[in-house]
């Protein structure tokens, strides 16, 4: 496994100077993001297209600083009701992929989006009981004629540049969200769809991250290393099911934080081994998404965690085996 980060959080950097100082930092792997939510401060694909140059300069300036790239990054919700809103992020997936095929990657990172509840709607609707059945009626036409055939053809799509890795980020709001949502939509489309397993969003859901990657294996193409801590106090009293601002510390169910600050060495230990005995062996890629660290102490702070829970070397044979 190699230690990775996310570096949207270093917009304000140059490529340059965000790779001189994560080398520094000992990381091996970058996660770029190239269009979506995540912007592409560090990488614009259209320019990269248009400039075959641009690609070259950029490979060497990551061969200088001992880099590698684990992933393109692309959030967005392709299948959003807004026919303006899902071209963009289909447009911006599109070419995540087309500019990963000049870096020779295969893995581009995403949402799986989620639709409205009917033809013409407004906004999405992400539906989270099966009653009233009206519910159910919304999840058949979100599946069946708006979320399978876009993710059938977006793979296609996607293939035709060499991207073969889908690796959908498993977040509430879209309609892939879980272990079983995840896994059907992967038996709907094929092997071309897989998870960035992201735990922070497993934990406050209630899942067991060791389990879900149990049972995702085969079906792991990128990690996310981010942190949740559920306060347990407001959860009693409200449930998990949260709108309050991510600012709102200490009234929130639950906070994103930088790993360990939520869960101890003992559970990142389990859920690294858990990736490796399933086969696991890409980056692990933090994403700093803590609303009570800078940015430099957030990176920080998880590197050094990183560095004594990750298993880096592959495993020997066992001398009495």
Same mark, same amino acid.
């Given at each position: 496994?190699?230690?990775?980060?996310?570096?949207?959080?270093?917009?304000?950097?140059?490529?340059?100077?965000?790779?001189?100082?994560?080398?520094?930092?000992?990381?091996?792997?970058?996660?770029?993001?190239?269009?979506?939510?995540?912007?592409?401060?560090?990488?614009?694909?259209?320019?990269?297209?248009?400039?075959?140059?641009? $690609?070259?300069?950029? !490979?060497? *300036? &990551?061969?200088?600083?001992?880099?590698?790239?684990? #992933?393109?990054? =692309?959030?967005?919700? %392709?299948?959003?009701?807004?026919?303006?809103?899902?071209?963009?992020?289909?447009?911006?997936?599109?070419?995540?992929?087309?500019?990963?095929?000049?870096?020779?990657?295969?893995?581009?990172?995403?949402?799986?989006?989620?639709?409205?509840?009917?033809?013409?709607?407004?906004?999405?609707?992400?539906?989270?009981?099966?009653?009233?059945?009206?519910?159910?009626?919304?999840?058949?036409?979100?599946?069946?004629?708006?979320?399978?055939?876009?993710?059938?053809?977006?793979?296609?799509?996607?293939?035709?540049?060499?991207?073969?890795?889908?690796?959908?980020?498993?977040?509430?709001?879209?309609? $892939?969200?879980?272990? !079983?949502? *995840? &896994?059907?939509?992967?038996?709907?489309?094929?092997? #071309?769809?897989? =998870?960035?397993?992201? %735990?922070?969003?497993?934990?406050?859901?209630?899942?067991?991250?060791?389990?879900?990657?149990?049972?995702?294996?085969?079906?792991?193409?990128?990690?996310?290393?981010?942190?949740?801590?559920?306060?347990?106090?407001?959860?009693?009293?409200?449930?998990?099911?949260?709108?309050?601002?991510?600012?709102?510390?200490?009234?929130?169910?639950?906070?994103?934080?930088?790993?360990?600050?939520?869960?101890?060495?003992?559970?990142?230990?389990?859920?690294?081994?858990?990736?490796?005995?399933?086969?696991?062996?890409?980056?692990?890629?933090?994403?700093?998404?803590?609303?009570?660290?800078?940015?430099?102490?957030?990176?920080?702070?998880?590197?050094?965690?990183?560095?004594?829970?990750?298993?880096?070397?592959?495993? =020997?044979?066992?001398?009495?085996?």
């Amino acid at each position: 496994m190699k230690l990775g980060v996310l570096t949207v959080p270093l917009y304000h950097m140059s490529p340059e100077e965000a790779f001189k100082y994560l080398s520094g930092l000992g990381v091996q792997t970058v996660e770029i993001g190239v269009g979506g939510f995540v912007g592409n401060t560090h990488l614009n694909p259209r320019e990269f297209l248009a400039d075959p140059g641009k $690609v070259s300069a950029y !490979k060497e *300036l &990551l061969a200088k600083y001992n880099l590698e790239i684990s #992933a393109l990054s =692309a959030h967005a919700n %392709p299948v959003h009701p807004n026919k303006e809103t899902a071209a963009k992020a289909h447009e911006d997936f599109i070419d995540a992929c087309k500019i990963a095929q000049k870096f020779g990657l295969d893995t581009v990172v995403t949402f799986s989006g989620c639709p409205g509840d009917q033809p013409g709607a407004k906004y999405p609707n992400w539906v989270t009981c099966p009653w009233p059945d009206d519910f159910l009626e919304i999840l058949k036409y979100q599946w069946n004629d708006v979320l399978v055939p876009y993710w059938k053809n977006a793979a296609r799509e996607a293939a035709a540049y060499g991207v073969t890795k889908i690796a959908l980020e498993l977040h509430p709001g879209f309609c $892939v969200y879980s272990t !079983k949502t *995840l &896994l059907h939509l992967r038996e709907e489309v094929g092997d #071309a769809i897989g =998870a960035n397993f992201d %735990p922070s969003h497993l934990f406050w859901q209630g899942m067991n991250p060791v389990e879900a990657i149990r049972s995702m294996q085969g079906a792991i193409y990128h990690f996310h290393a981010k942190d949740t801590k559920v306060n347990a106090r407001n959860v009693e009293v409200n449930g998990v099911l949260d709108t309050d601002h991510y600012g709102k510390i200490l009234d929130r169910s639950w906070i994103f934080r930088t790993v360990g600050y939520g869960h101890d060495y003992a559970v990142w230990k389990d859920i690294i081994s858990t990736l490796r005995a399933v086969g696991y062996e890409g980056a692990i890629s933090i994403e700093h998404e803590d609303g009570q660290m800078s940015v430099k102490e957030g990176l920080e702070s998880a590197i050094k965690f990183l560095k004594n829970v990750i298993l880096f070397e592959k495993p =020997a044979d066992m001398w009495w085996a």
